[in-house]
């Protein structure tokens, strides 16, 4: 397995990887899914993983920006998905490995994610990269007419913005 930086190229697998996570209504409250040009402005251009295999992708990984302030230049959002037949393998550790040193080396100094509670892979993966609990919402969100609560985890780097 390769990681590569993500491109347009790969848009096709990662989409139907996006789609196949949201479909398991532990990835995220949205039903959008964006076309290329909508993900390609909301996600932070130098920081994209694909994990490639048999010239496949496996999985990816991107940052959100969480603000347009110069105040959180260095702060941001992960996202993480994994397609289905690849789950469970070790892949989105490595992804999010590599994205916590792709975020260092482009100056960010915090790294957070939103996780719903019984997304038990993604919080584990995520506790194994340096990222700890910092607080929990009850019922901030309905998906599928289902209230959720969700996990706050955040990475404070110990090379940047020291």
Same mark, same amino acid.
């Given at each position: 397995?390769?990681? !590569? =930086?993500?491109? !347009?190229?790969?848009?096709? !697998? #990662?989409?139907? +990887? $996006? %789609?196949? &996570?949201?479909? *398991?209504?532990?990835?995220?409250?949205?039903?959008? +899914?964006?076309?290329?040009? %909508?993900?390609?402005?909301?996600?932070? =251009?130098?920081?994209?993983? #694909?994990? +490639? %295999?048999? /010239?496949?992708?496996?999985?990816?990984?991107?940052? *959100?920006? +969480?603000?347009?302030?110069?105040?959180?230049? &260095? #702060?941001? %959002?992960? /996202?993480? $998905?994994?397609?289905e037949g690849s789950r469970s393998k070790g892949i989105g550790k490595k992804l999010l490995s590599e994205l916590v040193k792709l975020s260092e080396k482009n100056n960010l100094w915090t790294l957070e994610s939103r996780i719903f509670i019984e997304n038990l892979a993604s919080i584990k993966i995520h506790e194994e990269n340096g990222f700890r609990i910092i607080g929990s919402r009850e019922r901030i969100g309905q998906l599928n007419g289902v209230w959720r609560d969700t996990l706050l985890l955040e990475r404070r780097s110990v090379k940047v913005g020291i």
């Open positions: 397995m390769n990681i !590569e =930086k993500l491109s !347009e190229k790969h848009w096709p !697998e #990662v989409k139907a +990887i $996006y %789609e196949s &996570g949201v479909a *398991t209504g532990n990835a995220n409250f949205s039903h959008n +899914i964006p076309d290329w040009s %909508e993900w390609d402005k909301t996600h932070v =251009k130098n920081c994209r993983l #694909v994990a +490639i %295999e048999d /010239s496949g992708v496996l999985g990816w990984a991107a940052l *959100t920006a +969480i603000s347009d302030s110069c105040v959180f230049a &260095g #702060v941001a %959002e992960v /996202s993480v $998905y994994i397609a």
